[in-house]
């Protein structure tokens, strides 16, 4: 049969350094680092790290950056001990991590941070459209890390994450868990109407039945999609990440205030609020009065003068979080941020983002941002170091929860 061959090659590269600071700060800059005081936080007023190469998704930049991808690389400092011990075998168990095809620059983060290099695998992708996988080095009796995001397109990557846990079961492998930083399907969690399908569970149970042992994976739609697997699952919270970020924006709290961009999101953003200072909360109300009715967008809440921080889980078509920043400019708001962990950026997405409706749009790197939809508001940071933080807790027994307390 006539095959396209994908054949994932890790080699070890230089990037931009990362030193582990005293300060302390949970989350902390590392590279060129400079201290300064910081407004808005609960621990104020207290010293912070910051990085200097924090970046903008400017085109005329991008080139310029490490393999063309605009990174903010934070470092938090309960990391250290990683960074001194760099062999495979910890816990009596050799560790070792595979990439998918979906974010091979976020997996060669993760390992580069563990000390570790990315087993070989070869995928392929035949002309039918059908996934071949052969793991090109041995498993057996070993605890093993696939990382791959369901991110679009989703129905391929995950068919091609379901192929590699069954690969690793094959070839003995001792334990294997799934490490999806983008959980696709995680928002079709409940029937909304009679006769649909809850393709939340029905994903859970296809990784359970093709072998996963544990599945690990950022900030999900809900947290209740955590029930629908019977294996373990670790949720982790990139907000730690973020909020660091907004630090050294030093903003003043008198002047700051966290929107909600729907009403399903309030709980987000009230603990992201508590993060800044227990910073006052606003909300995006929207309510439709009858068919063929308008939506009407109401705001509870002041933003009049204010630095207003939208905060959601994801950004995909970006129309929520767009129509609710020009009603923040409506109500008086001085300046828009958008924060969400995933950036899905479905078309028209980019358009809507890179408006002048936000003075800057902040996501991670759980979903690869191709070059041609970089936009001046944009910064992306990174969130490798953490899952690689938690990848070794969950490997050596240890908590995972303190990371984020």
């Known amino acids: ?212 042992d544990r599945v690990l994976a950022c900030d999900l739609h809900s947290g209740q999609s955590m029930g629908y697997f019977d294996i373990p699952v670790d949720h982790v919270h990139c907000q730690p990440v973020i909020l660091d970020y907004l630090a050294s924006k030093t903003i003043s709290s008198n002047d700051l205030v966290v929107v909600s961009p729907d009403v399903g999101g309030v709980a987000r953003a009230r603990a992201f609020a508590k993060k800044l200072s227990d910073a006052p909360l606003a909300i995006v109300d929207k309510r439709r009065h009858g068919h063929n009715v308008a939506e009407v967008m109401n705001l509870i809440g002041d933003v009049k003068g204010k630095v207003a921080v939208m905060v959601d889980d994801m950004i995909d078509t970006a129309g929520t979080i767009a129509k609710g920043a020009a009603l923040l400019h409506e109500e008086g708001a001085r300046e828009v941020y958008a924060c969400c962990t995933h950036g899905v950026f479905s078309p028209p997405a980019i358009e809507r983002l890179s408006s002048g409706l936000f003075q800057e749009v902040i996501i991670t790197n759980t979903i690869p941002v191709s070059e041609k939809n970089y936009f001046p508001q944009l910064t992306i940071l990174t969130v490798a170091n953490l899952l690689g933080e938690t990848i070794w807790r969950i490997h050596d027994d240890t908590s995972v929860s303190s990371i984020f307390q």
């Open 1 to 212: 049969m006539a095959s396209s061959l994908f054949q994932v090659q890790h080699t070890s590269s230089s990037t931009m350094p990362f030193t582990a600071s005293s300060s302390s700060s949970l989350f902390t800059g590392a590279s060129h680092a400079a201290t300064v005081r910081t407004l808005g936080f609960l621990d104020l007023p207290r010293t912070r790290t910051i990085a200097f190469n924090s970046v903008k998704c400017d085109m005329s930049e991008a080139s310029n950056l490490v393999n063309g991808k605009p990174i903010v690389p934070v470092l938090p400092k309960f990391m250290e001990s990683a960074k001194t011990d760099k062999t495979v075998r910890r816990n009596g168990s050799k560790l070792k991590l595979f990439s998918g095809t979906a974010n091979p620059a976020l997996s060669q983060e993760i390992a580069r941070y563990m000390g570790l290099e990315l087993g070989k695998v070869s995928i392929k992708r035949f002309a039918d459209g059908e996934i071949y996988v052969q793991l090109q080095e041995s498993v057996r009796g070993c605890n093993v890390y696939l990382i791959q995001p369901t991110c679009p397109p989703a129905n391929e990557n995950f068919m091609e994450l379901q192929i590699m846990i069954d690969a690793c079961r094959r070839a003995s492998a001792k334990n294997i868990t799934a490490v999806i930083p983008y959980f696709g399907y995680a928002r079709a969690d409940r029937k909304t109407q009679g006769r649909e399908s809850i393709a939340a569970k029905l994903v859970a149970n296809l990784i359970t039945k093709a072998g996963a």
